[in-house]
């Protein structure tokens, strides 16, 4: 690949712009940058300074289209327009995730010459020929954050353009694949305050940055989270996934607890942070008693573990 001019639309995360760097042989990146994912374009400054701040040294340059939030038609169209306004621009090599299939379509009708690379979780190759041309490093937190104008502090406290956010230390932080995860988990001391702070802060990193660089999860603050954050854009929700990371799965038993709230038909338990483990009673219990139980691995749809005695397992 060597000398090779390359384009990088970049649709749902800029993890991608980090991978792209890292190929040897390239000449020059072009990123084709979808407007939903940079509102605030002073973000896109701070992101090219951010590249050379991490050691890349291949020259970047940028152009901006509608995304494929514009519709098909409307996204096609923004990238006619691009191209009309680089008429003398025709890459060698595009590069192809699977949030850019619809821009990598249009550009393949304009420029046919130009061959298709597609990353493939840590592997690029060239396609039609599925020659395996790369294989890259994960993608660093570090790295991605600061890709963001973002930085974890110490105390596990998020800072955005250097200014630290109003929202509590986060509880978990993590790639998952070529997007970072940010999580908070509600203590039985959080107040209103606290998750309208979390609330806050989200917006503020979404106005900045777009939505769908980052999975955002509030766990354990119930409705109340709801009421500060867009459902859409944070997921209050727990998966089997979730209560994995905090060593919780089918079997893990929890003995000599007490319920946190009862009612005549179920009893909800604190397991790990910010998770809900709920047994099924058949009357009211008292919310003093300890039990012994034992996960299932089944999620309720509200996002609890549903638990079982495990006295009543053991005499099944």
Request: net charge negative; charged share 25%; aromatic share 6%.
């Amino acid at each position: 690949m060597e000398g090779v001019r390359l384009l990088v639309p970049v649709g749902g995360s800029r993890g991608n712009i980090i991978q792209a760097c890292k190929l040897e042989g390239v000449a020059g990146i072009h990123l084709l940058l979808t407007r939903s994912l940079f509102p605030n374009p002073d973000t896109v400054k701070q992101m090219l300074q951010s590249l050379i701040d991490l050691g890349f040294e291949t020259p970047v340059s940028v152009g901006f289209i509608d995304g494929p939030e514009a519709g098909p038609v409307g996204c096609r169209d923004s990238i006619n327009e691009w191209k009309g306004s680089r008429e003398d621009y025709v890459p060698d090599q595009i590069f192809v995730t699977g949030s850019t299939l619809l821009i990598v379509a249009s550009l393949s009708r304009l420029f046919p010459s130009a061959g298709l690379i597609a990353l493939r979780g840590r592997e690029v190759f060239r396609l039609p020929e599925e020659e395996l041309i790369s294989t890259l490093a994960p993608l660093e937190l570090d790295e991605y954050l600061a890709l963001h104008g973002m930085e974890l502090t110490g105390s596990q406290k998020l800072k955005l353009n250097g200014i630290e956010l109003e929202a509590k230390p986060l509880g978990d932080c993590k790639m998952i694949g070529t997007r970072a995860s940010l999580t908070w988990f509600s203590s039985r001391s959080d107040s209103k305050k606290p998750t309208q702070m979390i609330g806050s802060s989200i917006r503020k990193i979404v106005e900045s940055i777009g939505i769908g660089s980052f999975e955002f999860n509030a766990f354990g603050f119930g409705p109340l989270m709801g009421n500060s954050s867009d459902p859409k854009v944070v997921n209050t929700i727990p998966d089997m996934r979730h209560f994995r990371n905090e060593g919780i799965e089918e079997g893990t038993e929890e003995c000599g607890v007490s319920p946190i709230h009862t009612n005549p038909e179920r009893a909800l338990f604190i397991l790990g942070r910010g998770l809900t483990g709920e047994l099924a009673t058949d009357s009211q219990i008292d919310k003093r008693e300890k039990f012994d139980i034992r996960a299932t691995g089944e999620i309720t749809e509200k996002g609890r573990m549903t638990m079982a005695l495990i006295e009543e397992e053991e005499e099944e």
